[in-house]
């Protein structure tokens, strides 16, 4: 009996792995992959150009992710292309959390690190997924910083919660300096197909992914730093997500500048992003 149920866990366990290996070699999971990467880079893009706009003193505004969707909802044909990029949102979640599992896509393999940040980065884009089909929906939610301000006021009242909120912002600013690390160190390009670049090519993807990466390096480092302090001074009001990452920086010296300076590296991870949908290992 026994015997037997171990042959059968075998035989499961046999399938489930040439089932993984399958869904990592298919080519539709590569074209998920890079329709996810052309949505990120347009929700980017729109970050980027709103918070340009307010820099320069032409309107705009700090906005997140989701606030980049209900602006691009608010066009003509908004809902329309808020829909695609719901799909290329799904996609791309689906390819980390696939890569994240299997370990390797049909074109790259991944160390331990590439598979947990994977999950990561799967589970942030299958949530943003879903915010982009509840603004498709009609329903409205909190920014990301009232969200964080909301979560870590509720942290904060556990035993122990002011730990774990700091061991969150402590994560955060790791995650920040590896993406400044890689975007310094020009260790992206490792992922991207750089043989089949033209040279002005190379050097412009080049460019984009260091400025990109370490702007938005800089984004992740304030949001970092506030659930810190917010675990410090016991303050959930300290605690920002993308938008009030953005807008502290209106508030220091030089303010428009350095909002300025983020903006337009901002913007450049999205053409990043839109570039890597097409040269990006998958």
Same mark, same amino acid.
Request: charged share 20%; net charge positive; hydrophobic share 50%.
């Given at each position: 009996? %026994?015997?037997?149920?171990? $042959? ?7 399938? +489930? ?5 399958? =869904? ?12 996810? =990467? ?18 320069? #003193?032409?309107?705009? %505004? ?8 209900? +602006? ?5 044909? #908004?809902?329309?292309? &808020? ?28 160390? $331990? ?14 949530? =943003? ?19 964080? %301000?909301?979560? $870590? ?6 035993? #122990? ?12 600013? #790791? ?6 690390? %890689? ?10 197909? $750089? ?31 506030? &659930? ?55």
């Amino acid at each position: 009996m %026994k015997a037997n149920l171990e $042959t059968g866990s075998g035989e499961l366990g046999a399938r +489930a792995r040439r089932g993984g290996e399958q =869904l990592a070699h298919a080519q539709a999971l590569g074209w998920l992959a890079r329709a996810g =990467l052309l949505a990120r880079g347009v929700v980017y893009f729109v970050i980027g150009l709103l918070a340009l706009e307010l820099a320069l #003193g032409e309107g705009g %505004k700090t906005t997140d992710q989701q606030g980049a969707m209900k +602006a691009i909802a608010g066009q003509t044909y #908004g809902k329309v292309l &808020l829909a695609l990029l719901a799909i290329g949102l799904a996609g791309y979640a689906i390819w980390r959390l696939t890569r994240a599992v299997v370990g390797h896509g049909a074109e790259q393999r991944d160390d $331990t690190g590439d598979r947990v940040a994977a999950l990561a980065s799967g589970v942030v884009y299958a949530g =943003l997924c879903v915010v982009a089909v509840g603004i498709l929906a009609g329903s409205g939610s909190s920014s990301s910083s009232q969200k964080a %301000k909301e979560t $870590t006021a509720g942290v904060l009242g556990w035993s #122990g919660g002011p730990v774990l909120v700091a061991i969150a912002g402590l994560v955060l600013i #790791g995650v920040a300096l590896y993406q400044a690390y %890689k975007g310094i160190s020009r260790d992206f390009l490792e992922d991207a197909k $750089t043989g089949e670049m033209s040279e002005p090519v190379r050097k412009a993807y080049t460019a984009l992914g260091v400025f990109g990466l370490v702007a938005r390096a800089v984004v992740f480092a304030l949001v970092g730093y506030g &659930l810190v302090k917010a675990a410090l001074e016991y303050d959930p009001k300290e605690a920002v997500g993308l938008d009030g990452a953005l807008r502290k920086l209106t508030e220091a010296a030089f303010g428009p500048w350095l909002l300025a300076i983020v903006a337009v590296g901002l913007a450049g991870f999205a053409l990043y992003s839109i570039a890597d949908a097409r040269y990006r290992k998958v």
